[in-house]
């Protein structure tokens, strides 16, 4: 089957199902706001949800991982994690996938990153379709992530009572086969799909003032933009905005000696280029004194080195960094304000 349908009423039944295979990770309700736990029943999942506080990028990338542990006397190492648990990301959506696509990228780049691949093998994703913005900090249609692209096993598309599972691997293929509570998709249901998506590009509208191209060479040309001034005098550097990103990977290795000074843990933890210490080397020289530079940094590696390095753009337009701005800088406006400039 390439696409299958779930009746909405069974959903609980299949998420038994799937709890049964791996540990399943979900969007949940926390406050006014959502976060991707461990769930144990459908009714805790949120299928209608502005984007996780953070990405599930925590699950795949933890923000504290060990690496090794070692001896100093006689000097030994050892591996940090024998093994990694089975699990599926359940009712992600476009946008996060997009940035596991992007991770992909980094981590298989040589050399290839082996804690990651190892997690990557052993994740299943599950994602449902958006059919309407999650709020107005969005930028996804921009980025061409209001639809699915791949990176994914099973894809949800609610349709009235039920859901259209596209099934887009071997793994996405097994959490359905041999149940009778799925089916395959008829034409009538292929027809609803078409007319959804129809509907959807009425809906969905470019955030962006120029196509992604036109953004590309602005970034080419506006290095030293008055923008980037205009940004530092908002900018608190609080470092919310690379936290909560989908497709930040920068992070530091701090080694953790145990009081006998022989044994100890090296750890890798997440890293901002936002933080004041980030660019200092040897001698105090600090290659990005302010956070003008910060945050042009910041931008520069979601719209321009990214493409030269792997042609590829890693702002997914989840919106989570206008969001969680303190300072209420928005990214949609400051990338029209590049744009704008003569």
């Not at 009425?202 to 120029?210: A, I, L, P």
Request: charged content about 30%; proline content about 4%; some cysteine.
């Amino acid at each position: 089957m390439k696409y299958a349908v779930i009746k909405k009423e069974d959903l609980n039944l299949w998420v038994k199902h799937l709890m049964k295979k791996a540990k399943l990770y979900a969007p949940k309700r926390k406050e006014n706001l959502f976060v991707f736990r461990q769930v144990k029943d459908a009714s805790e999942i949120c299928l209608s949800y502005i984007p996780t506080i953070l990405p599930p990028k925590k699950y795949y990338f933890p923000q504290k991982e060990k690496l090794l542990k070692f001896n100093i006397n006689p000097f030994l190492t050892s591996k940090a994690i024998e093994g990694f648990e089975d699990f599926i990301l359940f009712a992600v959506h476009t946008c996060d996938i997009a940035g596991i696509q992007c991770m992909d990228v980094v981590f298989r780049d040589g050399p290839e990153d082996p804690n990651y691949l190892n997690r990557k093998d052993k994740m299943t994703i599950i994602g449902i379709e958006c059919l309407q913005y999650c709020d107005e900090h969005a930028n996804c249609v921009s980025m061409g992530n209001h639809v699915p692209r791949g990176g994914y096993d099973l894809m949800m598309i609610e349709l009235s009572e039920k859901f259209i599972l596209h099934i887009n691997s071997e793994k996405g293929e097994k959490l359905v086969s041999s149940l009778d509570y799925i089916k395959e998709a008829d034409e009538k249901d292929m027809i609803s799909l078409e007319r959804l998506r129809e509907a959807k590009k009425k809906m969905f509208k470019e955030e962006f003032s120029g196509s992604l191209p036109e953004i590309y060479e602005v970034f080419d040309k506006r290095f030293n933009s008055s923008v980037w001034k205009d940004i530092a005098k908002q900018c608190v550097a609080c470092g919310n905005c690379t936290a909560v990103c989908p497709t930040c990977y920068c992070f530091d290795v701090i080694d953790e000696v145990e009081l006998s000074l022989n044994k100890g843990t090296r750890y890798r933890m997440w890293n901002s280029c936002l933080m004041d210490d980030f660019a200092k080397v040897a001698g105090g020289e600090d290659f990005r004194k302010g956070r003008d530079a910060r945050q042009r940094h910041r931008y520069y590696r979601k719209f321009k080195y990214p493409v030269d390095k792997f042609n590829r753009y890693f702002c997914t337009g989840c919106g989570r960094c206008t969001r969680s701005c303190m300072a209420g800088i928005k990214l949609v406006e400051t990338v029209n304000s590049l744009l704008k400039e003569p």
